[in-house]
């Protein structure tokens, strides 16, 4: 099976994006006007299957120069452990605005290593704030 990213919002699966989103430690609570809002005020990127179903959903908040957040990154099961999930950050990071952005960060509870791969280090004594760093200071 083949699977692509779209940062086309009308292929969006806003139901199946809220009960994934709100099953996680950091979206529970969050009611479907508030999915909607996070959607609309962000970038948002969807995996699908080459069976145009959706797997996956990240979004992105930015200025495209000085800061981005990636938030809401899920594989939705049965897909996790397929690399599906670097594919979508890399991707993320990848994209020309994001390249030259000063600062990249995410929050996360338990998924330091997977980020650190890409380059994420943690935020002073923070538990959970990672990011990518380029901002020079002379």
Sequence with gaps: MEFYISEDRTKLD??????????????GGRTM???LMTIDKCVCFGVYSDKDEQVGFARLLTDSL???YIMDVVIFD???GKGLGKMLVKHILERTD???VKTVALKTKDSH?????FGFKRVGDSEMWLAIDRAKYD
Excluded at 15 to 27: D, L, M, N, Q, S
Aim: overall charge neutral.
């Design 14 to 27: 806003v139901p199946k994006i809220h009960k994934e989103v709100t099953a996680t430690y950091w979206g």
């Design 33 to 35: 006007d508030q999915t």
């Design 66 to 68: 000085i800061f981005a």
């Design 78 to 80: 049965p897909y996790k």
């Design 98 to 100: 994001i390249q030259t």
């Design 113 to 117: 290593s997977f980020y650190e791969a």
